[in-house]
């Protein structure tokens, strides 16, 4: 089965990991993906690849989105991805899968997409104009001036997340919150066993994950941080620690309505 085969992702295995994926969990239905209800492109890139989104469990439950590639070239987020169409969400849950949303970025192993955007800098909440192409943070000539990003802007708009994760490398964390989301973003780095860690320094004009939070009332949105690599037995603890996440979520709906 294509699992066993998944034993570590790096940057330098990744044509094999997408084989993985485009053969295995995107384009076969069989047991263990009896619980997908539906499968759409929502997009395509640059270069016409297709942005496709997985929908499984309770539909018209709470919303939960899952991103597990932003930039190209840290695409260790498949491997969780995967791993997640072929589990049941909790009860209630109506959970989303966006494998990919760069994938002419993983094509080519860069880090932005065919026009060399760094699309966590192109989203519309606090755009700002950053470096041009060939700069690796370069926040393209406008706000969501790339098909990928008005692809992701769209369909967020439409399903309205409550909750959103979205996964990055190489830098081993994940930032703390506060309130309800805080909590849930401390459950799951116990669970992944990834260290609450602060970002500081740097310009973060045009994320992914604070556009959501914003542009969807009430909704929470967090990046995690994976190291270089990421095992087998790692990805398995982070498609847990969504759908634990995912049973918060719905837990606190649930005694709230």
């Given at each position: 089965?294509?699992?066993?085969?998944?034993?570590?992702?790096?940057?330098?295995?990744?044509?094999?990991?997408?084989?993985?994926?485009l053969t295995g969990a995107l384009a076969t239905v069989g047991p263990a993906r009896a619980n997908e209800r539906?499968?759409?492109?929502?997009?395509?890139?640059?270069?016409?690849?297709?942005?496709?989104?997985?929908?499984?469990?309770?539909?018209?439950?709470?919303?939960?989105?899952?991103?597990?590639?932003?930039?190209?070239?840290?695409?260790?987020?498949?491997?969780?991805?995967?791993?997640?169409?072929?589990?049941?969400?909790?009860?209630?849950?109506?959970?989303?899968?966006?494998?990919?949303?760069?994938?002419?970025?993983?094509?080519?192993?860069?880090?932005?997409?065919?026009?060399?955007?760094?699309?966590?800098?192109?989203?519309?909440?606090?755009?700002?104009?950053?470096?041009?192409?060939?700069?690796?943070?370069?926040?393209?000539?406008?706000?969501?001036?790339?098909?990928?990003?008005?692809?992701?802007?769209?369909?967020?708009?439409?399903?309205?997340?409550?909750?959103?994760?979205?996964?990055?490398?190489?830098?081993?964390?994940?930032?703390?919150?506060?309130?309800?989301?805080?909590?849930?973003?401390?459950?799951?780095?116990?669970?992944t066993e990834l260290p609450l860690v602060r970002i500081t320094g740097g310009r973060y004009t045009g994320v992914?994950?604070?556009?959501?939070?914003?542009?969807?009332?009430?909704?929470?949105?967090?990046?995690?941080?994976?190291?270089?690599?990421?095992?087998?037995?790692?990805?398995?603890?982070?498609?847990?620690?969504?759908?634990?996440?995912?049973?918060?979520?719905?837990?606190?709906?649930?005694?709230?309505?």
């Amino acid at each position: 089965m294509h699992r066993r085969r998944l034993i570590r992702c790096s940057r330098g295995r990744h044509l094999l990991l997408v084989a993985v994926v485009l053969t295995g969990a995107l384009a076969t239905v069989g047991p263990a993906r009896a619980n997908e209800r539906e499968r759409r492109v929502i997009g395509t890139s640059v270069e016409s690849r297709e942005i496709e989104a997985l929908r499984f469990g309770t539909k018209g439950g709470t919303p939960i989105l899952v991103v597990g590639v932003i930039h190209g070239d840290e695409d260790a987020g498949l491997l969780i991805t995967n791993l997640l169409t072929a589990m049941t969400p909790p009860s209630g849950v109506e959970l989303w899968v966006i494998p990919n949303m760069n994938p002419d970025g993983t094509a080519s192993q860069t880090r932005g997409n065919a026009n060399k955007v760094d699309l966590n800098r192109n989203f519309p909440n606090a755009w700002a104009r950053q470096g041009t192409p060939g700069y690796w943070q370069y926040a393209g000539p406008s706000a969501a001036s790339e098909p990928e990003t008005k692809a992701m802007v769209q369909f967020v708009r439409e399903i309205r997340p409550v909750l959103g994760i979205w996964y990055h490398q190489d830098l081993n964390m994940i930032s703390p919150g506060t309130g309800f989301e805080g909590r849930v973003r401390a459950r799951y780095a116990r669970l992944t066993e990834l260290p609450l860690v602060r970002i500081t320094g740097g310009r973060y004009t045009g994320v992914a994950a604070t556009w959501q939070r914003n542009a969807v009332p009430k909704a929470m949105a967090f990046v995690v941080e994976l190291g270089p690599t990421l095992s087998a037995a790692q990805a398995q603890m982070h498609a847990d620690a969504v759908m634990a996440a995912a049973r918060m979520v719905q837990s606190s709906r649930n005694s709230s309505n």
